[in-house]
């Protein structure tokens, strides 16, 4: 059974005005922010709050939840609640339902809002005062807050603000939040007492609403904590079907039976039954509206309209949001690289200034190459994240993120996804973390869920010094046709590569994983307007934050444990090392070139025989039979390990066990040493072409990256999709470097 016994809802709804409670049962005065989408709902939120705000997920849920908090003049708290966005309360959507639960207080660790502030846009009242007519229905006290009374003003309308208060008999404040007008309006409204709730003044049709009367009386019994509104709006949804997945589960099977009794005698009468809610409260609003609405002149054609008739044009629209993604794209890929270039050398700087002021031993290699380095790996991306969330806080904010979904949905739903999946995608060609992050912007969550599981599959700019090492090592510096270069040719293979396969699993895992028929893609359109800078900038400082409290945690914890594989058994000094040390020094002056150079050397191969005896190096010897089959050896098997931190820390890794020091893509040493590298049991090259060829489709489709799995923990507040996503693509990546690898060696290649 649904425990809803802590609803704080009076029993009549119409019993008159309440005191507004500062603190009943230690719980705090509760006030929910609801609305359509696209009706300025956030720019409300962020008006009544500030900076006072929190941002996580619901409890056991995806969807996320953002409170806050607003001190009264009597220095009063009121807790504040953003309602995720919906167009009814009709749990069918995860997002729906999580609204639907938020408004009767069904949601862990809350209570039942003590006032519904609900967002409406006065240029479309209608269509918007149906949600306000269903959060009535719930016997919640509501104020309407009458947003974007300018676009009403601009499209001819003029609308009688008393007289829609008094017909709907609930407080209405006009209002254009994104310029502060009748901000402190609502501010009063909400921190005075709140209003009363009205009575239903809609209807059925007489069959139906005696058949919902009696199964609400039937759930009298059942649910005596509700109010006798509230259990016959339940009995409403149960008859009419209206989010009957979500309802099924909450009442016992006789009152099913009876709910399909009633619906077999309403269809032997012919009566539509399942629309019989929507219709009776259209039949209400329409003359309410009529009432308090009046046309002073025909719409113009605004420039709304005139941007619109080019950005939503067939073939002008994708070019141009083709323009936009090259511009965000290009900025995420190449405008963050002097930032991180500067993160990079200050985590540097601080590595090695405690080296200098700590002596040498294990807590100075815990901190230095454990935590520091698990920290570098977590603020380097901070770059990255913030330029991306500025540009899509803009596109958010301007109206023209609803254009380019409008634009790319029907392309993007034969792959699984929703046209708001272009941008998280694109951006995952920088890198996957903010990509995944950004898909907080798409509203049903089997789209949402779909995209973060495919964004990894795009090659990200982690993977570069992976495939400059071995394409410079491997692909010969020719042309063909007299234009196009073979390595060049081959970088773009691998995009592309990562682009198909991320299109086909996006398919695939929609059809057979995530399963459900799409939803019908409603979204509006939203006039132009002047982005907020404001809050642009406090939503770019709030998913960095979440990002480095939340994901950095895990990170910071798996670069601890990589280290500690890396660090440990001690092997001690490689045999014969530090005899071959002191006849060094005892040769010729320490500070000579020659000596240097050659205690390098020795360094390198003091290192590359602590990673070979380390756990990591025993973990590549252990899995080397299983990746034989793909062309790798042990070492390489350590570099794949080794990039669980990043994946560019695989050319490092190579270069400690080549004994290259400071080896980077570049390299031209480390690309010698792995060309000549010559399996000593075989006597063959443990590289080949082929070998690289297999290594970098493993590249392309493996999920070699702690950072993305740790992101995606963090966004689907569940362990169970990371770990499918880690499973599915290391599958992936194995079954197609075996294909490479062993096709080609049938086929003569290698």
Not at 223 to 246: C, I, K, N, S, Y
Not at 346 to 365: A, C, I, K, Q, Y
Not at 717 to 746: D, E, H, K
């Amino acid at each position: 059974m649904f425990d809803r016994s802590n609803r704080n809802i009076d029993p009549a709804p119409n019993a008159g005005p309440r005191k507004a409670r500062p603190d009943a049962n230690g719980k705090p005065f509760l006030v929910a922010i609801a609305g359509n989408p696209n009706v300025g709902k956030t720019t409300v939120f962020n008006q009544l709050t500030g900076l006072r705000q929190k941002v996580g997920n619901y409890p056991g849920i995806t969807v996320e939840r953002k409170t806050g908090f607003l001190t009264t003049d009597d220095n009063r708290r009121i807790e504040v609640v953003d309602v995720p966005g919906t167009y009814n309360l009709h749990p069918k959507a995860l997002d729906e339902e999580v609204a639907y639960r938020v408004l009767i207080g069904a949601i862990e660790g809350s209570h039942a809002p003590d006032l519904a502030v609900c967002v409406v846009d006065a240029a479309n009242l209608e269509r918007n005062l149906y949600l306000v007519c269903q959060i009535l229905d719930l016997g919640l006290p509501t104020v309407v807050a009458l947003n974007m009374m300018d676009a009403a003003e601009n499209a001819g309308l003029e609308i009688d603000v008393t007289r829609l208060s008094r017909e709907l008999q609930v407080p209405v404040i006009p209002m254009v939040a994104s310029k502060g007008t009748g901000i402190q309006e609502l501010k009063n409204a909400v921190t005075g007492a709140p209003p009363s709730c009205p009575p239903r003044r809609w209807h059925l049709e007489p069959q139906v609403e005696q058949e919902v009367q009696s199964l609400a009386d039937r759930l009298g019994t059942e649910l005596p904590e509700l109010t006798p509104a509230q259990r016959f709006m339940d009995a409403l949804r149960a008859v009419a079907h209206e989010g009957a997945a979500f309802f099924e589960t909450h009442h016992d099977q006789p009152f099913w039976d009876e709910v399909k009794r009633a619906r077999t005698r309403l269809e032997e009468d012919g009566i539509d039954y399942e629309r019989s809610g929507s219709c009776g409260r259209y039949a209400w609003l329409s003359p309410l509206v009529k009432k308090a609405v009046r046309r002073r002149r025909q719409p113009r054609r605004t420039a709304s309209d005139r941007v619109d008739a080019v950005v939503t044009h067939p073939v002008a629209g994708p070019l141009i949001f083709l323009v936009v993604l090259m511009l965000i794209f290009q900025s995420v890929f190449t405008a963050a690289v002097p930032l991180m270039d500067g993160i990079d050398f200050g985590v540097t700087v601080l590595s090695e200034w405690l080296e200098r002021m700590m002596p040498e031993g294990m807590l100075t290699s815990l901190l230095v190459d454990g935590v520091v380095a698990g920290f570098g790996a977590v603020i380097i991306f901070l770059p990255q994240i913030l330029i991306l969330f500025f540009f899509l806080g803009l596109m958010e904010d301007s109206g023209y993120m609803a254009r380019a979904a409008f634009i790319m949905d029907r392309l993007m739903k034969r792959f699984g996804m929703s046209g708001r999946s272009v941008v998280p995608l694109v951006s995952s060609f920088a890198c996957a973390v903010p990509g995944i992050m950004a898909t907080r912007t798409i509203e049903n969550q089997r789209d949402r869920l779909v995209t973060i599981l495919v964004a990894p599959l795009l090659t990200c700019s982690a993977r570069l010094p992976v495939y400059t090492l071995l394409i410079g090592a491997f692909v010969p510096q020719a042309y063909f046709l007299g234009v196009f270069g073979y390595q060049g040719t081959t970088l773009l293979a691998l995009y592309l590569m990562g682009i198909l396969f991320a299109v086909g699993a996006g398919a695939a895992l929609r059809r057979f994983v995530i399963r459900g028929a799409h939803s019908p893609f409603i979204i509006e359109l939203p006039p132009y307007r002047a982005p907020r800078l404001r809050d642009v900038l406090y939503q770019m400082v709030e998913r960095a934050w979440l990002f480095v409290t939340r994901a950095g945690a895990v990170i910071v914890s798996i670069s601890i444990v990589l280290w500690f594989l890396a660090s440990f058994p001690d092997a001690g000094s490689k045999p014969g090392l530090e005899a071959e040390r002191s006849r060094l020094l005892a040769a010729g002056p320490a500070e000579s070139a020659d000596v240097q150079s050659a205690l390098a050397a020795l360094d390198g191969e003091q290192a590359r025989y602590a990673v070979a005896h380390s756990y990591i190096g025993r973990m590549g010897r252990l899995i080397e039979p299983a990746i034989a089959p793909l062309g790798f050896d042990w070492k390489i098997g350590v570099a794949l390990i080794s990039s669980f931190a990043a994946r560019e820390v695989a050319v490092s890794a190579l270069g400690t066990i080549y004994s290259i020091q400071d080896a980077d893509e570049g390299s031209e040493s480390l690309r010698q040493r792995i060309i000549n590298d010559i399996d000593p049991r075989t006597g063959k090259p443990v590289w080949t072409p082929l070998t690289s060829y297999s290594l970098m489709v493993f590249y392309v489709l493996a999920c070699l990256c702690m950072s993305t799995l740790a992101i995606v923990k963090r966004e689907t507040n569940s362990w169970r999709w990371p770990l499918f996503m880690l499973g599915y693509m290391t599958v992936l990546a194995y079954v197609c470097s075996l294909i490479t690898f062993q096709g080609g060696r049938l086929l003569g290649l290698g």
